[in-house]
Structure formats: structure tokens, C-alpha cells
């Protein structure tokens, strides 16, 4: 497992929270622990520790910033904006701070929370949860579970004879507290005590009374951890109970920072998919995308968001980190773990297509659909402005990615009001279309020809020569068919056409001069509608 680094640590913690004031050996340096100085101690060797510089005023701590380059520390940590940026930078240590009214033991839990979170296989610590769990449960006499702020159950305990009634039966089978008006006012009652509160049954066949604590860390509620109550709990249950929450804080705070490290660095990882620089043998490994059931790479698709562009430059950018939050919830909610990333005002994301090549594409490529769909409703209502999808390609692994990705662009080109989702198999003729476009554009031998002076024509002489060209061919060269597209007399496209032919030299008996004239108008010319 690879060490936490100071870029890995301010991924995690930096912005409002911890601002990085110099980082003269870089951010690849390691950053092992972080530790509280104390100037009655000596300060011992601590390679790679961050040194949080208590009771030492920020413009003072400038022999503490050399102090913690003697004992191989990485950096230090500063209260206030003023800190010793020439005495850090001359020692060749990171200096970082802290707002001035911060409490240190709050930053040192944030710190050693981030510092030890590092991505595992689930990209959660919800095992170390469960032992909290069956550790309270064991102390405090009576079955424990662990919940977050929405009352989903992060962790139950496991320990044999303890009992339990209906509702924690019900609760752990959907990982979810049942909603009710009583627990409600339960939940109103835990989160606006400051300790431990005893709460009684819930009306209910079998239900038992509960010992609750809030789970806090600087302020902010984490969550929370209840005991089934049978009446034989342990004389010291609060305070065991007690000591269990702020266990429960360190734990959820550091499954949180690993949750957002992992996110950090697997859209970090998809970025570099999408732009084609990334191993795909160790992306794969690392996203859990690996072979198929066949033994091939394992299919993905990538699915590309962005705003409407009636989104003002001034709001744009928020607006986008909302719409990239509200994909990764949706697609984490669907998938699991999940790379997610902004990339240029667009969200890119990485669906896993199992089942798309052979069985049922179609009704995959819906399914694929559908979350694109269920995400642009979403986003439309709670972001207040228009969002619009496209899916690319079904490609056979990440090392094609970029070519999903490239796919998933066109389509954004080739959405509207009228079709705000599509994948590039609905659009194929419109895409096809727009890249032909760019192709003739961009060579001068492709983009000659007679449909310069039709266009020249009309704008000079106010005649339709272009448009009626172009519904004839739409029509197949039927005369009728054209007139009907028009909405004139037959008669009318037969005349123009035959202006046409004598006035500018289009041969219309030739079909490949048909061919080149008609991709010319409907692309280079802006003629793409069938009217």
C-alpha cells in the first residue's frame, strides 16, 4: 500500500479547512502521521510527521519550522495566515495553516483521520465499523448498531445471545431504520441532547427501549450509535457508550477521507483514460474492471453531462461540481464504487457494460439509458437548469476508452431541447453528418466544388437553388417528393433545377457530382434539415 503524500492529504483536507502556504520538496513528499508539539518535550526524530505547532504563535514559529527539518518531519502546521514562509522554504519543509480560532484537537483528528485513509479494495473502513460495533455491544451489554445521519445501518454487532427485537431485525435485513413519526421525534430528541439519552419503546409487538449517543467530531454530527436495552445492561453502559462514539468519530471521519481519496484518484485515473495516457492493465485493477465472464475486458461505455449553455459564466463553474456530485451519488447508488470526473464544464462517467456484446445489448444499452435519463431529470430539478447526455460507444475495455469518450462528445454536439439524451447509436446519421462536416472543412480539395456558386447565387439573385437541390436529393430525385418538401408546385422544382444546371454548370446526370453536392449543402452549406 502505497504511503499518503502531501498532494494525497490536501486531495483530502485542503481548502477552507487546511491551506498550503509552501511546499519546497513538493507534493510527492510522504506524510506518515501527524503529531502535536509540545514544548516541554524533546522533539524526538518522526520521519515523514506533520507537526502541529500548539501554544507557538504563527509569527514565532519560525526555529520550529527548522526544528522539524532536523527531526525529518515533512511539514509543519501553523494557526493563522502569518507563518514563517522563509523559514520553511530555507528549511525544505511544507508549510501549512489553520484558521486562527481552530481547535487543535479538532485539526488533529482531521489530519490523522486523512493521513490514514488510504483506498483499499472497498474504498470503506465499514470493517473496522463492525469491531466497534461488537466492542460496544460486549461493554455495554446489549446489541449495537452504527447508522449515518440518514439512518442507513453502516454496522451491526454479531454478538451471540444478546437480544434484539422487530425493528433492529427489519433495520439490518434493509440496512435501513424504518420510518416512522415516533422514531422521528427519537432521532429530534438524540440529536439536540449533548450525551447519551434512554429512549423507550416504539409502539410494537416485541420492541425493547434504546440507549443512544450521537456521533459528533468539530461540531458536525457523524452519525449516531444505539443499544438494544433489555433491561440487563452494564452498570458503566453510558459511559462505555461514550467512549464508543468518539472511537466511531475517528472511524467515520477516516472512512469518509478514504471514500473522498478514492474518488479523487479514480477520477484522477479516468481522466487520464479518457485522454489515452493511462495503463489500462492497472486502471483496470484499480476500478475493479477488470475481465469478463468470457475472459476479455470487461465492456464499459463512457456517458458524458453537461449544462445548458444558458448557464451564466459567473455560476458555471458551481453549478458544474453540483452536477458532477449528482452524477457520482447516482452512479455510486447503481454501481458501487465509481470513477466520476469533470473535465472542461463536462462530467464524465464510466459505465460498466457486462452483458451489452451478445444476450441483451438492447435491453442493457436501455438500462444504460435510463440512468442518463433518471440523471438529467434529476439534475434538471435540483440544479435549476437544463442538462443534456450522451453515451458513447460500447467499447471492448479501458483501452479504448477514449474512443467511447470521443463518441460520447459528439453526441453533447448534436443534442437539443427536443433530444437532451441520446446514445451515439441513436444519432449515428447526425454524427456522422457533423464529422463529415469538420473533415470537408478542414481540406481545401473536399470543400470545392459547384455548391459555392449555388449559395453565391442565391445570397446575390434571391433564389432558392440551394434549398430546392436539396430536397430533391432528400427526395431521392423524385420531382414530386421534392415539391411536397417545399410545400410548391412540381413544376417549380423542375424549373429551378433546370436554372441551376444551365446558370452554374451543376451537372445533375452525374450521380457522384449528385453525392459530393449534396453532403457539400447539407454540411459545409448548413443545409442539414430535410426542408
Known amino acids: 500500500m502505497d504511503a499518503c503524500t502531501l498532494g494525497d492529504l490536501l486531495d483530502v483536507v485542503g481548502g477552507p479547512s487546511v491551506r498550503l502556504q509552501t511546499a519546497p520538496a513538493g507534493l510527492a513528499v510522504p506524510v506518515t502521521e501527524a503529531l502535536l508539539y509540545d514544548a516541554h518535550a524533546p522533539l524526538a526524530r518522526a520521519p515523514g510527521a506533520l507537526l502541529l505547532a500548539v501554544g507557538v504563535r504563527a509569527s514565532a514559529a519560525g526555529p520550529l519550522a527548522r526544528a522539524a527539518a532536523e527531526a525529518g518531519m515533512s511539514g509543519l502546521v501553523v494557526r493563522g495566515p502569518d507563518g514563517p514562509l522563509a523559514e520553511a522554504e530555507s528549511a525544505g519543509v511544507a508549510l501549512l495553516s489553520v484558521d486562527e480560532d481552530a481547535a487543535w484537537h479538532h485539526v488533529h483528528l482531521l489530519l490523522a483521520s486523512a493521513i490514514g485513509a488510504r483506498p483499499s479494495a472497498t474504498g470503506s473502513g465499514l470493517g473496522d465499523l463492525f469491531a466497534?460495533?461488537?466492542?460496544?455491544?460486549?461493554?455495554?451489554?446489549?446489541?449495537?448498531?452504527?447508522?449515518?445521519?440518514?439512518?442507513?445501518?453502516?454496522?451491526?454487532?454479531?454478538v451471540p445471545g444478546q437480544p434484539v427485537d422487530e425493528d433492529r431485525r427489519t433495520g439490518i435485513l434493509g440496512l435501513q431504520v424504518p420510518g416512522s413519526p415516533a422514531n422521528s421525534e427519537q432521532y429530534r430528541v438524540l440529536f439536540a441532547a449533548e450525551g447519551v439519552v434512554r429512549l423507550p419503546a416504539l409502539a410494537g409487538s416485541d420492541n425493547l427501549p434504546r440507549l443512544a449517543v450521537a456521533v459528533r467530531a468539530g461540531g458536525e454530527t457523524l452519525g449516531s450509535l444505539w443499544v438494544v436495552d433489555d433491561g440487563g445492561l452494564a452498570p458503566d453502559a453510558e459511559e462505555s457508550l461514550t467512549q464508543g462514539a468518539s472511537t466511531a468519530a475517528l472511524l467515520l471521519l477516516r472512512a469518509r477521507a478514504a471514500q473522498e481519496l478514492a474518488r479523487h484518484q479514480n477520477g484522477d485515473l479516468l481522466r487520464r483514460l479518457l485522454d489515452g495516457t493511462a495503463d489500462p492493465a492497472g486502471a483496470a485493477h484499480r476500478l475493479g474492471m477488470g475481465l469478463g465472464p468470457d475472459g476479455n475486458p470487461a465492456p464499459v461505455r463512457v456517458a458524458a453531462f453537461v449544462l445548458d449553455s444558458s448557464v451564466s459564466a459567473a455560476d458555471v463553474e458551481q453549478t458544474a461540481l453540483r452536477l458532477l456530485d449528482l452524477v457520482r451519488l447516482q452512479c455510486e447508488a447503481r454501481y458501487g464504487r465509481h470513477a466520476v470526473v469533470l473535465v472542461e464544464g463536462v462530467v464524465y462517467a464510466l459505465l460498466p457494460a457486462l452483458g451489452e456484446?451478445?444476450?441483451?445489448?438492447?435491453?442493457?444499452?436501455?438500462?444504460?439509458?435510463?440512468?442518463?435519463?433518471?440523471?438529467?431529470?434529476?439534475?434538471?430539478?435540483?440544479?435549476?437548469?437544463?442538462?443534456?447526455?450522451?453515451?458513447?460507444?460500447?467499447?471492448?475495455?479501458?483501452?479504448?476508452?477514449?474512443?467511447?469518450?470521443?463518441?460520447?462528445?459528439?453526441?453533447?454536439?448534436?443534442?437539443?431541447?427536443?433530444?437532451?439524451?441520446?446514445?451515439?447509436?441513436?444519432?449515428?446519421?447526425?454524427?456522422?453528418?457533423?464529422?463529415?462536416?469538420?473533415v470537408l472543412g478542414e481540406r481545401r480539395e473536399l470543400s470545392a466544388g459547384g455548391w459555392r456558386r449555388v449559395l453565391a447565387h442565391d445570397a446575390e439573385h434571391g433564389t432558392e437553388y440551394a434549398r430546392t437541390l436539396v430536397a430533391w436529393l432528400n427526395a431521392g430525385c423524385d420531382m414530386a417528393g421534392a415539391a411536397r418538401l417545399l410545400a410548391v408546385h412540381a413544376n417549380t422544382c423542375r424549373y429551378r433545377l433546370r436554372q441551376a444546371q444551365q446558370q452554374l454548370g451543376i451537372d445533375l446526370d452525374d450521380p457522384d457530382e449528385r453525392l459530393v453536392l449534396w453532403l457539400q449543402l447539407r454540411t459545409l452549406g448548413g443545409l442539414g434539415s430535410r426542408h
Open 132 to 158: 466497534l460495533a461488537d466492542a460496544v455491544a460486549a461493554a455495554v451489554g446489549g446489541a449495537t448498531a452504527i447508522e449515518d445521519p440518514r439512518q442507513r445501518i453502516l454496522a451491526y454487532s454479531t
Open 357 to 438: 456484446r451478445g444476450g441483451a445489448p438492447r435491453r442493457r444499452t436501455n438500462s444504460h439509458r435510463g440512468l442518463a435519463e433518471d440523471i438529467v431529470g434529476r439534475a434538471g430539478q435540483a440544479l435549476r437548469v437544463p442538462v443534456r447526455a450522451g453515451l458513447g460507444d460500447v467499447v471492448g475495455g479501458l483501452a479504448e476508452v477514449r474512443a467511447s469518450r470521443d463518441d460520447a462528445d459528439l453526441v453533447l454536439r448534436v443534442l437539443g431541447p427536443e433530444l437532451p439524451v441520446a446514445t451515439v447509436e441513436e444519432v449515428r446519421p447526425r454524427v456522422t453528418l457533423l464529422r463529415l462536416t469538420e
